[in-house]
């Protein structure tokens, strides 16, 4: 199917394009058959979806990520209690 299109496109033929309907030949005119795709709107589209996947990636990486070094803080358990005032 390569080849056709390859050798459609050498001939001067620049919009044959791939026919998935077409069970015999694969290739046809798209522009014969009304198929009309803006390269604009494709380039977008596979531009923020690259963005979309990496951002997800990134969350994934900082969630998945250990917690860095340093000290620990040290246990309190009576942290949230008033001091006493009898035992100052």
């Known amino acids: 199917m390569v080849s ?3 050798a459609a496109h050498n ?3 620049a919009t044959v394009g791939v026919d998935v309907e077409d069970e015999e030949n694969k290739i046809s005119d ?3 058959k009304g198929v009309l795709d803006s390269l604009l709107a494709k380039h977008w589209a596979i531009r923020y979806a690259t963005e979309a ?3 997800v990636l990134r ?3 900082i969630i998945m990520s250990k917690p860095s070094g340093g000290p620990k803080p040290k246990a309190n358990p009576n942290w949230d209690e008033d001091p006493d005032p009898a035992h100052q």
Do not use: E, M, N, R
């Open 53 to 55: 996947a990496v951002t």
């Open 59 to 61: 969350v994934d990486q």
């Open 30 to 32: 798209a522009a014969a």
């Open 4 to 6: 056709k299109l390859y």
């Open 11 to 13: 001939a001067g033929k």
